[in-house]
């Protein structure tokens, strides 16, 4: 395997849907050149799986987490258990973790009698999933991975987004549902396969993506990067918080969204207030930003646990089933 471009796998995990044109004018390298790094990325699945930054929240739903523990003792088990939670219509993402908990699954509802519900038939079905914690996930913060490359220009091109929250419900026509059905299944699709997928012309397929992108429906199109290939240690510290005010919270999250290590912060209802998910390429990275995390808020951390996200299978932010009720 050829060495690694950071810069490269920066801004491709970043924006999966940016062409080769800008991707030159940024790293000053030929377009040529970077179509060839870039096929050598995804061949050797540094970059895989791209996917839609989507707020479900503009569709009303909310978005339930199930950690799952002592689900497998064979890998055949797991195999079938992770193919069964991918194909479920109601479940956006499914990673395994190292630690208390086996995998961590995410699903989507309209209500949280509807989640109870699916999540009652999963769970009957499948007797080795039969301890969990749920929690209910209010808002995501999502960050740059700017521990990647030390490059303040290249920094300026990704931002932080916000998902989730309390949003008022958005109302899609039929041309818009069936758009943002390709885009969930095909992220990086060509404009005109698009438009051709989607029941319509080039420009009307941009013009529908643009006011999508406007209205904040759709926040960002990234890659997922395999940690493993690319020597990134990934964790997940979950913290219980206590005599927290809005001006402490508000430190909280500056100092989080300040700190290069945190990729991912998940205010959440349940046995935790908040789950921020730590990237780096040195161990002792993640070590130093925890200890000074808990030294600057010891007033409002009572208790944390850290576990090792090791893989991902599937990465989405809507839900399936939307898309299968709007052909009925």
């Not at 908990?101 to 009698?113: H, R, T, Y």
């Not at 026509?173 to 992220?187: A, C, D, G, I, W």
């Not at 209205?215 to 979950?238: A, E, Q, S, V």
């Not at 208790?303 to 839900?319: A, C, G, S, W």
Request: hydrophobic letters at 40%.
């Amino acid at each position: 395997m050829q060495k690694i471009d950071f810069q490269l796998v920066y801004l491709r995990s970043e924006n999966a849907r940016m062409g080769l044109k800008e991707l030159s004018r940024h790293l000053h390298k030929s377009p040529q050149l970077l179509k060839y790094s870039t096929a050598i990325l995804e061949k050797e699945d540094i970059l895989y799986d791209p996917y839609f930054i989507f707020d479900y929240s503009y569709f009303g739903l909310i978005l339930f987490r199930v950690y799952f523990k002592g689900v497998y003792i064979k890998e055949q088990d797991k195999l079938k258990i992770i193919k069964e939670l991918k194909d479920n219509p109601y479940i956006l993402s499914v990673y395994e973790l190292t630690g208390e908990f086996d995998l961590a699954v995410e699903f989507a509802s309209p209500n949280p009698s509807k989640f109870n519900k699916e999540f009652k038939k999963i769970i009957s079905d499948n007797p080795l999933l039969k301890e969990y914690k749920i929690v209910l996930n209010l808002v995501t913060h999502i960050y740059p991975r700017h521990y990647l490359v030390d490059n303040h220009e290249l920094h300026s091109l990704a931002g932080q987004k916000i998902i989730g929250g309390d949003r008022e419900k958005d109302e899609f026509n039929r041309q818009e549902m069936s758009l943002l059905n390709v885009l969930l299944n095909h992220p990086i699709i060509s404009y005109t396969k698009l438009a051709k997928e989607s029941g319509m012309n080039v420009k009307t397929a941009k013009s529908a993506l643009n006011n999508l992108m406007k209205r904040n429906i759709i926040k960002g199109c990234k890659f997922l990067i395999n940690k493993n290939k690319m020597g990134i240690n990934k964790n997940r510290l979950f913290l219980k918080l206590h005599n927290l005010n809005m001006e402490r919270e508000s430190h909280l999250m500056k100092f989080l969204h300040d700190n290069k290590e945190v990729i991912q912060v998940c205010k959440t209802v349940g046995d935790w207030d908040m789950e921020i998910d730590l990237e780096a390429l040195d161990k002792s990275s993640i070590r130093s930003m925890i200890l000074r995390l808990r030294e600057e808020f010891s007033d409002v951390i009572g208790q944390f646990n850290l576990i090792e996200v090791y893989d991902y299978y599937k990465r989405t932010y809507l839900p399936k089933y939307l898309f299968l009720e709007n052909n009925k």
